[in-house]
């Protein structure tokens, strides 16, 4: 049975993620401009991408004062309950500023520093994924219903279809390309899709072998790091390390371990 205090974290979750979808969805300008940027002039962040933290943010807090934050968009608060969310409000802002489909809304919740639930909201796909520790991983669909996700059967690496993502500072971007000239020709082939949520979700859901990527933030990967192990994938950094900013991985057993070892020898990772 699930853990009661899961339960409700997982409900507030899936409502927060519903909402600042339909937001996003919805309330899109047709003349969305950039607010203000961040790491780079290409690391973009809109007003789009601040109101979808606040509402979950509000949200959260209605339900729950005492727990604390971490967000992309500046929510930092330490709370007191032990429990702490971490929120991408909107992963894939430059899919979303010009139009792609390919974002999503992700919201973890952490306990004593594990993540103990999480929820990748797809508006445009009609999906939402979504994991309790230890108790799987599922996806409710605009059509299909509710399905358990489970990552697809090992093929040999080279016919492995793996996604990845580039930084915005153009000294890590020049090295991942590096890395990705490397690994095209001893892989099936590369994909971008521009939302680090997305690529986990989809290692979970079978339609990817693996992803990896360095330099990603907590909010990139807290939901799918959890959606993605719950739905029988490995995940990690380097060898013997949790995936974190250096580098991380999530691939189907099988693929994880060469794919992680590929990108060891071309010393992908980064601190
Ligand atoms: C980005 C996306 C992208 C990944 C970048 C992330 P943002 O997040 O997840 O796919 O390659 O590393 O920063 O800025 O759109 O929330
Ligand atoms: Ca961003
Ligand atoms: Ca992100
Ligand atoms: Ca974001």
């Keep these: 049975m699930t853990d009661p205090l899961y339960a ?3 409900r507030i979750a899936q409502e927060a993620a519903r909402r600042a979808g339909d937001l996003l969805r919805d309330g899109r300008p047709a003349d969305l401009a950039v607010a203000k940027t961040k790491s780079s002039p290409i690391d973009v962040v809109t007003e789009m991408d601040i109101a979808a933290e606040k509402l979950i943010t509000d949200l959260i807090s209605g339900h729950r004062p005492d727990d604390g934050f971490l967000g992309e968009e500046g929510a ?4 007191t309950s032990g429990v702490r969310w971490v929120i991408d409000p909107l ?3 430059v899919n979303y500023l010009y139009g792609l489909p390919t974002w999503a809304v992700s919201i973890a919740a952490e306990q004593a520093g594990e993540t103990v639930v999480g929820v990748v909201a797809a508006p445009m ?3 939402m994924y979504h994991a309790v520790r230890g108790g799987g991983a599922r996806a409710t669909g605009a059509w299909d219903g509710e399905r358990e996700l489970a990552c697809r059967p090992a093929p040999p690496l080279e016919q492995a279809l793996v ?3 580039f930084n915005y500072v153009t000294d890590v971007k020049r090295h991942q390309a590096e890395v990705a000239h490397r690994l095209i020709p001893l892989l099936r082939d590369i994909r971008r899709s521009g939302s680090a949520a997305v690529d986990l979700c989809d290692v979970a859901a079978g339609r990817l ?3 990896y990527e360095r330099g990603l933030h907590p909010w990139d990967l807290a939901a799918g790091d959890l959606i993605a192990r719950e739905a029988g994938a490995m995940t990690g950094g380097r060898p013997g390390e949790r995936p974190n900013h250096a580098l991380t991985v999530a691939a189907t057993p099988g693929v994880f371990e ?6 060891e020898d071309f ?3 980064h601190d």
Aim: no cysteine.
């Design 267 to 269: 010393g992908a990772w």
């Design 8 to 10: 409700e974290l997982l």
């Design 91 to 93: 992963d894939g802002t």
């Design 258 to 263: 060469p794919l992680q070892q590929l990108l």
């Design 76 to 79: 930092s608060t330490e709370g």
């Design 163 to 165: 996604s990845t993502g």
């Design 209 to 211: 072998d693996g992803y």
């Design 125 to 127: 796909r009609g999906e």
